[in-house]
């Protein structure tokens, strides 16, 4: 099976611009996952999406991020305005359900530079 | 908030030698997951045990679980300069389907 798509692989912006970051999970996994992953730092949750309703966003800066999946498949991540402590690796994961032995399918992220 | 916590946080190893990686977590759990992530890498699913699981083998990797102590860990035997990564524990930390991550170990395999 295809694995999850992301886009784009790095992005490197200046502090205050905009930037928007997609994900395509694996055909059918009703769960999407949104990391922050800062360098030397484990995976940090920022948002977890239930088919198109939103699960947990406690850990989303909201004044700043938000995300949406529309239709229950594709999600987008947008941070405006960014802050250089925003440079980070954003992962996106999806998972078909909580007791599946093969865990949950990482795409393989976008570098997001903020200068 | 991190839920797991690695031990240690970086390992050196010769090649052939068994690498072992511990992970302790807070709240009680479903499951517990270890994961490899290569630099500049997505993260890639080993190893899924669950609460009522003591111990669970793949290939060369052996991960045990003691929700008493509320830890686990990770061993590695004959490892190869492949191996080479940071490898992390997650846990659902009993919620509902969501992944908690420990801040990882580096290993680094040497020829």
């Known amino acids: 099976e295809a694995g999850v798509a992301q886009s784009p692989r790095y992005k490197i912006i200046e502090k205050r611009q905009s930037v928007a970051f997609w994900c395509n999970p694996i055909?059918?996994?009703?769960?999407l996952y949104w990391y922050q992953q800062i360098l030397g730092q484990g995976p940090k949750l920022l948002i977890q999406?239930?088919?198109?309703?939103?699960?947990?966003d406690s850990q989303l800066p909201k004044d700043r991020f938000s995300a949406e999946r529309l239709k229950g498949v594709d999600s987008t991540l947008k941070i405006q305005p960014a802050k250089l402590e925003d440079s980070a690796v954003y992962l996106c994961?999806?998972?078909?359900?909580?007791?599946?032995?093969?865990?949950?399918?990482f795409g393989s992220g976008t570098r997001l530079t903020v200068v | 908030s991190q839920q797991g916590e690695e031990d240690p946080q970086a390992l050196s190893i010769q090649e052939g030698e068994n690498a072992t990686m511990n992970c302790s977590y807070k709240?009680?759990?479903?499951?517990l997951q270890w994961y490899r992530q290569n630099s500049g890498r997505g993260l890639v699913h080993l190893i899924l045990?669950?609460?009522?699981?003591r111990e669970k083998h793949s290939g060369r990797l052996r991960v045990t679980l003691d929700t008493s102590k509320k830890s686990s860990s990770l061993l590695i035997t004959a490892s190869r300069a492949a191996d080479t990564a940071s490898y992390f524990c997650?846990?659902?930390?009993?919620?509902?389907?969501?992944?908690?991550f420990g801040a990882g170990t580096r290993l680094a395999v040497h020829p």
């Open positions: 709240t009680s759990i479903n499951n």
């Open positions: 045990i669950r609460s009522n699981e």
């Open positions: 997650a846990t659902d930390g009993g919620g509902y389907n969501k992944l908690i």
């Open positions: 999406f239930q088919n198109n309703g939103v699960v947990d």
């Open positions: 994961a999806s998972s078909a359900g909580q007791f599946v032995s093969g865990g949950y399918t």
């Open positions: 055909s059918g996994h009703a769960t």
